[in-house]
């Protein structure tokens, strides 16, 4: 059986034009519920899931998860969103002593910070989105599926 993937790309101009961005994304990716964010510092993985969360409802104030390594929202509708940070992960056990299989597999979303830090540990169906700085400081989002 043949699988043509499909590239996708979203500009993001700036700042003013996150919650357009991210509107986009949640309808692209609809169906993906584990995303992992691959981006150097500072390219706006952080500011770009805390878009996402806004635009599906989230009230919290969402931030980067960086010491706590999760944080946990709750949309509009109620459903539970998992914001990850593996940044400061030095050792899978971390990871797995946190219990992400549980929340991998709980048909949740995911999102995703530093996924790099424990690759081993991401569920097949992980869908990979790279985060690009452009010359002109907009940011370039894209994946395949």
Not at 29 to 48: Q, R, S, V, W, Y
Not at 94 to 117: H, K, Q, R, T
Not at 136 to 141: C, E, K
Request: net charge negative; charged share 25%; glycine share 6%.
């Amino acid at each position: 059986m043949l699988y043509n993937s499909m590239k996708h790309s979203i500009i993001i101009k700036d700042t003013d034009d996150l919650f357009r961005a991210a509107g986009e994304f949640i309808r692209e990716t609809e169906g993906h519920n584990i995303i992992a964010f691959h981006a150097p510092m500072g390219a706006g993985k952080t500011t770009f899931t805390t878009a996402i969360c806004h635009r599906l409802g989230v009230e919290d104030t969402v931030c980067s998860p960086t010491f706590t390594i999760l944080n946990e929202y709750v949309t509009g509708h109620g459903e539970p969103v998992y914001h990850f940070d593996f940044y400061r992960i030095k050792e899978l056990r971390e990871a797995v002593d946190i219990g992400v299989d549980d929340y991998f597999y709980s048909g949740n979303l995911c999102l995703i910070e530093w996924p790099e830090n424990i690759g081993p540990l991401l569920p097949e169906e992980t869908l990979s989105v790279h985060i690009t700085v452009n010359p002109d400081l907009s940011r370039t989002v894209e994946w395949e599926d």
